[in-house]
């Protein structure tokens, strides 16, 4: 059994930054695939961003340049997702994902808002 818990989220202006962390607890961290995933209203649930096990990374071609997924398996037990340069149309709800031996995981998502 695997728990995420989402922080970070909240208002930004456009062009401006916020930084969301996830913590998981329950099983062997630095084994775990991790994700963000987002949903607007009316929208589908979208990856955003993944990081694997071993650190590869891949990104949703709309945040390619601007987001930045991490991951610190030493000590936290937590993943990162810092997003520059927000756009109205990032604005969402968040939702950290893992994977854990064919298992699937989510949290409870976090809300981020960016006004124009």
């Known amino acids: 059994q695997v728990q995420l818990v989402e922080s970070g989220g909240g208002l930004v202006q456009a062009g401006g930054s916020l930084r969301l962390s996830c913590a998981a607890s329950g099983s062997i961290f630095s084994t775990i695939f991790l994700a963000w995933h987002r949903q607007a209203p009316g929208k589908q649930r979208e990856l955003v961003a993944a990081?694997?096990?071993?650190?590869?990374?891949?990104y949703a071609s709309s945040v390619k340049g601007r987001f930045t997924i991490s991951r610190d398996n030493a000590a936290k037990n937590t993943v990162y997702l810092q997003m520059n340069s927000l756009e109205p149309e990032d604005a969402a709800v968040y939702y950290c994902y893992a994977v854990v031996r064919g298992n699937t995981y989510w949290g409870q998502g976090t809300q981020v808002t960016v006004s124009s």
């Open positions: 990081i694997s096990s071993g650190g590869s990374t891949n």
